[in-house]
């Protein structure tokens, strides 16, 4: 699988394990930077980038990185068609495959630990979309509202 990823200074040393890590399982990393450690670079250079890149390329996967992962989610999720998924754990980073259909995890490098970010990644790798019709209907009411903006109908229970 072909896996884009960005980040910034306070992830460089995990982006870096990661792109190992992912290039023994076989995958193709493509990296979008950060290229050396910087530590006055600013994530949405590098996390925009790989961002766009997954929107792209379909059928690929993205990992954005940072000091504590949300300002890289936010940024990600403003790429028209990404899902980017904050997760802290393997069952977070499970459920937003399997009911959300995320294609990019987000992880913080100052509250996760090595081997915990790489069981994340595999995990998020792994995992697939349930495809269940209550998470696609979700998703499309999502994809609808950033395609139109106008918000889904309210249900009839409401008033």
């Given at each position: 699988m072909r896996i884009h990823i960005g980040g910034d200074h306070a992830s460089y040393e995990l982006q870096q394990a990661l792109m190992a890590h992912l290039a023994e399982g076989g995958h193709e990393v493509v990296n979008h930077g950060p290229f050396a450690y910087d530590a006055k670079d600013d994530y949405p250079v590098f996390v925009l980038r790989?961002?766009?890149?997954?929107?792209?390329?379909?059928?690929?996967?993205?990992?954005?990185?940072g000091g504590s992962g949300n300002g890289e989610q936010m940024a990600a999720n403003k790429v028209d068609g990404v899902r980017a998924a904050?997760?802290?754990?393997?069952?977070?980073?499970?459920?937003?495959?399997?009911h959300n259909d995320a294609q990019i995890v987000s992880i913080g490098a100052r509250f996760t630990p090595?081997?915990?970010?790489?069981?994340?990644v595999d995990t998020f790798l792994v995992t697939?979309?349930?495809?269940?019709?209550?998470?696609?209907?979700?998703?499309?009411?999502?994809?609808a509202y950033e395609a139109d903006k106008v918000l889904p109908p309210l249900p009839d229970s409401a008033g």
């Open positions: 790989a961002a766009e890149a997954v929107a792209s390329d379909p059928g690929s996967r993205g990992i954005v990185l904050l997760a802290y754990s393997t069952e977070l980073a499970a459920l937003a495959r399997e090595e081997d915990a970010a790489k069981q994340i697939e979309f349930s495809d269940d019709e209550r998470h696609s209907r979700r998703i499309g009411m999502v994809s």
